[in-house]
């Protein structure tokens, strides 16, 4: 519970309460760890349960793999994917072999990814194709992004995500004719963009923003802290990527704006209005936190000195000191 609400560290000290810790305890804390990004923590408990007997099981591996997939450990995952299959006799599913194609996308090797997915024994799931196309956007390989899309849309036509993800991909290549392209594909297939939404909880009570949101009875307050948002940001550098923004807005002023009022951003400046210094700011989004806001957060963390955990529809991020524990990879 603790880890899925993004406090790793209430997760820890639980855990170190169990007297006789099961198998079920140990996966538990090392998927918790894996999924807020601190594999070596992880691993390090993994060896120790090996050591004291306790078997893991697939869905242990799975954890383990998470682990190595955050932090990028391209050698360790194929290591303990091998430990799975040769030591503990264990198959391996389309989850695995997921973490898998996974940590060879962080890394760059795409070329290695897609020989996974293409001599996969099942049929790789949408998530696996998302893998690739995801870190086709980060590593600008276009060709490969087209045919993981591809796939996608033959899995999910109406999936938002693919399109959001190819159609960023184009924009980062300066290819706005096949930007135009997605969003008329999106259009003609009836494929609608969820509105974003982020919550986020004060005096035991939980907020709700939607993007543009100005329902909120500290709105006032609100935007009065995004427009310290801009002018802050503006003073360090920080220049607005505005391919980000979908929606068919012509001028670069109306593009800014419809950025600075994503409903992360909104739940962020409410944290900031009214939790005090050093209690962390918690968010959960429903969608992907989109490329400009993730940057714009690691710059928040930093000039206001605040820990931010966003979980969005990917993982968590834990923004402090300026970046963030993914590490620019989601």
């Known amino acids: ?27 538990a804390i090392i998927a918790g760890l894996g999924m807020h990004g601190q594999a070596k923590l992880a691993l390090d408990l993994f060896l120790e349960m090996v050591k004291v007997n306790i078997i893991p099981n697939a869905i242990t591996f799975i954890g383990v793999l998470n682990a190595c997939n955050h932090a990028g450990l391209v050698e360790d995952s194929r290591r303990y994917f091998n430990m799975m299959v040769n030591d503990y006799k264990l198959e391996p599913t389309v989850e695995h072999y997921g973490c898998l194609v996974d940590v060879l996308c962080r890394a760059g090797h795409l070329e290695d990814a897609k020989n996974v997915i293409e001599k996969m024994p099942m049929k790789p799931n949408k998530i696996i194709w998302m893998s690739l196309l995801s870190a086709s956007r980060i590593y600008k390989k276009v060709e490969i992004g087209e045919y993981a899309a591809k796939n996608v849309m033959e899995i999910d036509p109406k999936f938002i995500e693919s399109y959001v993800l190819l159609s960023n991909m184009y924009a980062a290549a300066g290819n706005w004719d096949k930007v135009s392209h997605v969003r008329d594909s999106m259009r003609k297939t009836g494929v609608k963009k969820d509105p974003g939404c982020s919550l986020i909880e004060y005096k035991d009570e939980v907020h709700e923003f939607t993007v543009g949101d100005k329902s909120h009875p500290q709105t006032n307050e609100i935007y009065h802290k995004l427009s310290e948002f801009r002018e802050r940001l503006k003073s360090v550098g920080h220049i607005p990527d505005k391919s980000q923004v979908l929606l068919h807005i012509e001028g670069d002023d109306e593009k800014e704006t419809e950025l600075e009022s994503h409903s992360e951003r909104l739940a962020i400046a409410f944290g900031l209005i009214n939790l005090k210094h050093g209690i962390p700011i918690r968010v959960v989004k429903n969608l992907r936190v989109c490329n400009d806001c993730h940057s714009v957060t690691k710059i928040l963390s930093k000039i206001y000195d605040r820990e931010i955990i966003v979980r969005d529809n990917s993982r968590f991020h834990h923004f402090k000191y300026g970046s963030c524990s993914c590490m620019d990879y989601w």
């Open 1 to 27: 519970m603790y880890c899925k609400c993004g406090s790793i560290e209430s997760a820890l000290k639980v855990f170190e309460l169990i007297p006789k810790k099961k198998l079920g305890h140990w996966t």
